[in-house]
């Protein structure tokens, strides 16, 4: 249920409107019902009883995905497609966003092997991104990959990941259609840039780890089970590939049923990690989402020769999320006894935990990655909602790297490697576009062309960063975005971010797309609630399962920080959560109705009671829980929109949106919860969902895609919190 937020604020360049910069004088929104309103859906109710406590659905049936449900959702997405083409002004954003798009080279992420340079970028336009490589950070670039050649007619193709070999002589990649996600894994020939004739399907998350020597791999793969199958996600294997060799072949070596000294559960998924220049093979053990994992060690050439050996280094209860090898020498993230993360070192000889030295002791700033160099190890963090960059030398000496300007790092684009000195980051800020950097070993950092600057006048923005106080006391860290002049009188409309799960942080990205909304006057703010990651793993816990309300209500208590600071009123703002988002925006919007004008649910999980009852829903328990425990189902309750629904409430405007593909949050969760909320509202106002049916969860989604999908939301915040150039004609 991880969303890609990156990709949906900030991959493409707005400049309409620059020419404003008030918000219109606020008029009631005109209600626009053509053809009497949306489809109504049959309500075909089943109750059962769990823990004690009735519960009735009254959409169940839409769970199954069958023919009428997809001719519903057909005719779901048609009805508010009509109502969003009708507004004055969207076609314009459409257009000005298209054209702004095209003009922006988006960098996802670089990696070096060999002397060559890796690119992901979606090049200036250009609908997706490609691979591309570089002799060297100055040399001339050549086009390897382009998932535009493995679109299937009708849909969409999306590059989903890559791993370098570390001679840089391959790359082996992943390739899915339509936002699927479901990755067939292929190997290119980078000396010849052919594609190898080995194919493996069922690769959605492969991981691949290439040996030092390049002639093969590990990768993870998905049993053989249809997608629509609540075991789809369990019992995963970790294979070896070797090049030229039909994958048939490969050697499943690492995972369930494999090794009765390495227990391994249903949603855990196996991996093998090397490192070039170390002897040492890493198996590890992601739980579903849950972001601690289970390490082992053992030699490489002992889990080649089938005999690993494997010692445990750690469990989930040891909290260690994260993890480095250099040489000898194993490094830990970890938050045990330190909310804000520490780094430990062990020796390869004895690699259980409980042999390790602290050699990055807790501080201020968050730690949220690390990467090993050839120079030593380097450690990104965050401090006050800003970036920070470490050096570990091999000396224990901890230095601090100078960035450019203050911002945030990319964690797609943190990347160092054992063969090569220093790293690689992308560095943004609010109202700043990415910069993609290299820091030497020496500390000096060097600003690339490898993201070219779009030619966007940024002068005019300012961000700032504020905190707000909830009602349990806690300082809740907002930020806040807008254009030079406004006047805080409470005029402007206002959209407000929310996400708050897994540890994910909103970290600053550079808000090309919704400088339009600025341009027009609007404020854009985001609240850090807790859930997240900002303040640590304290702060992630405490929007965790039963305390999970903590998420919701902390956003609804920003909302009235930002209304009492005069940066916008009730009718003129609006909110906004994709994915797990759709908790805190769905919960808001059931329990405080009368607080926001209008609600954005993208692709939200909406039906919590239901969501392990989906491929996704399994490996997401470690993070909300499962209704087959008493107290894992009323965390669910407390947390399931869709059951808080009631009728003859006077509902916000609500724009759902949702992917016939998505593999993350069924689609038939936001379908769930537009039928219950057009049902059940008393205000009048417009509950609609917006359905791609070429999409998934937005991960895959298009630069097209994407623009149209802002274009739709922006208009419909704008319509709904009152601004006149937006109003229907009726």
Known sequence: MRFSRRAFLASTACLAFAHAARAEGYVKPVDFTPGGG??????????????????????RWMEAQGPEWQAYMRAQGAYAA???????????????????????????????GGETLFIERRPAGANTSKLFMRAGANGAETLLIDPDSYAKPGEHAELDWWEASPDGAHVVFGVSSGGSERSVLRVLDVTTNTVLPEQIDRTNWASPSWLPDGSGFFYNRLQDVSPDSLDYEKNSLCWLHRLNTDPAQDVKLFGHGLDASVPVQDIDAPGIAVTPGSDIAIGMLESGVQNELTLYAAKLTDVLAGH???????????????????????????????????VLKLAAEKPQIANAVEVVPQSMAVIRAIAAARDGLYIRELDAGLAGLRHLGADGK??????????????????????????????????????????????????????????????????????????????????????????????????MEAYGAYGITLDPVFLARWLPFLDAGGVFAVAHVRGGGELGEEWHLAGQKAEKYHTWQDAEDCVLHLIEAGY?????????????????????????????????????????????????????????????????????????????????VKYPSVLLTTGMNDPRVAPWEPAKMAARLQAATASGNPVLLRVDTDAGHGIGSTRAQRDQETADIMAFVLWRTGDPRYQPKV
């Open 38 to 59: 949306p489809p109504v859906a049959p309500v075909r109710p089943v109750v059962e009883t769990l823990w004690g406590h009735q519960i009735t659905d009254r959409y």
């Open 398 to 495: 901890i230095t601090q790297v100078a960035l450019p300007f203050s911002g945030a790092i990319d964690e797609d684009s943190f990347y160092a490697d054992t063969l090569h000195g220093g790293a690689w980051f992308g560095l943004e800020s609010w109202v700043r576009p990415q910069v993609i950097c290299h820091v030497a070993p020496d500390g000096g950092v060097m600003q690339t062309d490898i993201a070219p600057r779009p030619e966007i006048d940024v002068s005019p923005y300012v961000s700032e960063e504020v905190f707000a106080t909830a009602r349990d006391g806690a300082r809740v860290p907002l930020s806040i975005v807008y254009r030079k002049g406004v006047k805080r009188d409470g005029a402007e409309p206002l959209l």
């Open 82 to 112: 009509k109502v969003l083409a009708a507004l004055p002004g969207r076609d314009a954003l459409a257009e000005a966003i298209g054209k702004n798009t095209a003009a922006v080279a988006a960098v996802v992420s670089v990696q070096t």
């Open 308 to 342: 690993p050996g494997w010692v445990k280094i750690c469990a989930p209860e040891d909290a260690v999320t994260g993890f480095a090898v250099r040489g000898a020498e194993i490094f830990l993230l970890t938050h045990k006894h330190a909310p804000h993360y520490k």
């Open 568 to 648: 916008t009123s009730h009718r003129r703002v609006a909110v906004i959560g994709g994915s797990a988002g759709g908790i805190t925006v769905g919960r808001l919007l059931t329990e405080r109705p009368e607080l926001v004008a209008a609600v954005i649910d993208m692709v939200g999980v909406s039906d919590a009671l239901r969501s392990e009852f989906s491929p996704n829903g399994p490996p997401n328990i470690p993070e909300f829980g499962t209704v087959k425990t008493e107290e894992g189902f009323h965390d669910l309750l407390a947390m399931d929109a869709y059951q808080h629904v009631h009728d003859k």
